[in-house]
């Protein structure tokens, strides 16, 4: 399989020979790490935010934007498929990283994970990275810093100046397209937690609404996160029948019916205390090879439309 970094890496060049067109801007730290800023002083994005997830999937999966109904409202809404699920989406998309030092905290997704290749689902699948470039996707508040550019650069085991950071707030556009973006991911990563092996998912598409761009984090954490629980929706082809197709969508979550808000506000925002299976689609549907189809879940608008201020 061709390295997920090397694939990542062409699409970062084209983020930088493109900044200006992108809204996004590039700079250099002190360690000649690169930072690409999609969304916290520059503008960013649809495109922005679609570039962003081909780089986090590693090219691997097709992002598309276009305009759905919600509430009665258009809304945009963006739609991701890959016939690479098991690596676009739990070896690269994942937000796996929790990049912390010192001076600097965010939450790492892509490629750059592969490289490291210590998460579960690196084992259950098989796969490891070896590439001398890496791209990591950041979801932060704040610029990041020479040490984190290091602390990736250490794991990943390569220089510093072979390290491009992609950063991001949630409250961005290319934030609420990212996210939206994540719904094939959640549903994937759900079923290889339920047990079934992610090698036999052979291609899945995801579709979820746009969260509208809040004026701080936490309302649009909380927004994007709805956006998936309550508006996501995915089809699974897979290969072999089971019975935890049931349990993938967030219906099954016991704390399924409340906005993430309010969750969050319950549990003081510590993220670990969530229920891990309401990061979930709200509805899925799941094809057998030559067997049954298995629709489960179901969206809940007025949820969202209230969560948007629609």
């Known amino acids: 399989m061709e390295s997920l970094n090397?694939?990542?890496?062409?699409l970062v060049d084209e983020a930088l020979e493109y900044a200006e067109e992108l809204n996004v801007g590039g700079y250099d730290l002190e360690n000649e790490a690169t930072v690409l800023d999609f969304g916290l002083e520059f503008d960013g994005g649809v495109e922005a935010g679609l570039l962003l997830t081909?780089?986090?999937?590693?090219?691997?999966?097709?992002?598309?934007?276009?305009?759905?109904?919600?509430?009665g409202v258009s809304i945009p809404f963006v739609e991701l498929s890959t016939d690479?699920?098991?690596?676009?989406?739990?070896?690269?998309?994942?937000?796996?990283?929790?990049?912390?030092?010192?001076?600097?905290?965010?939450?790492?997704?892509?490629?750059?994970?592969?490289?490291?290749?210590?998460?579960?689902?690196?084992?259950?699948?098989?796969?490891?990275?070896?590439?001398?470039?890496?791209?990591?996707?950041?979801?932060?508040?704040?610029?990041?810093?020479?040490?984190?550019?290091?602390?990736?650069?250490?794991?990943?085991?390569?220089?510093?100046?072979?390290?491009?950071?992609?950063?991001?707030?949630?409250?961005?556009l290319a934030g609420s397209i990212s996210n939206a973006a994540r719904v094939a991911e959640l549903a994937t990563f759900r079923l290889s937690e339920l047990g079934y092996d992610p090698r036999d998912v052979v291609s899945v598409t995801g579709r979820g609404p746009v969260a509208p761009v809040a004026d701080d984090?936490?309302?649009?954490?909380?927004?994007?996160?709805?956006?998936?629980a309550y508006g996501g929706t995915a089809h699974l082809t897979v290969r072999t029948d089971?019975?935890?197709?049931?349990?993938?969508?967030?219906?099954?979550?016991?704390?399924?019916?409340?906005?993430?808000?309010?969750?969050?506000d319950d549990l003081e925002w510590e993220f670990d205390e969530v229920p891990a299976d309401?990061?979930?689609?709200?509805?899925?549907?799941v094809d057998v090879l030559g067997g049954p189809t298995y629709v489960h879940g179901g969206t809940n608008e007025a949820l969202l439309v209230e969560s948007f201020g629609l």
């Open 6 to 10: 090397r694939m990542a890496i062409e």
């Open 54 to 71: 081909e780089i986090q999937t590693a090219g691997m999966a097709t992002p598309q934007h276009g305009l759905g109904e919600l509430g």
């Open 84 to 172: 690479q699920p098991a690596l676009s989406l739990l070896c690269s998309q994942k937000a796996g990283w929790e990049l912390t030092t010192e001076d600097f905290e965010g939450l790492g997704s892509g490629p750059a994970r592969a490289l490291v290749a210590e998460e579960e689902e690196f084992r259950r699948i098989g796969y490891t990275d070896a590439f001398d470039l890496t791209a990591l996707a950041v979801e932060t508040e704040s610029h990041p810093t020479a040490s984190a550019a290091q602390q990736v650069a250490d794991l990943a085991e390569v220089e510093p100046s072979s390290v491009f950071l992609l950063a991001y707030s949630t409250a961005s």
């Open 217 to 228: 984090e936490r309302t649009a954490i909380a927004r994007t996160n709805d956006a998936i």
């Open 242 to 264: 089971a019975d935890v197709f049931d349990s993938i969508p967030s219906t099954a979550a016991d704390e399924h019916g409340r906005p993430f808000e309010e969750v969050f």
């Open 278 to 285: 309401l990061f979930a689609p709200a509805e899925v549907t």
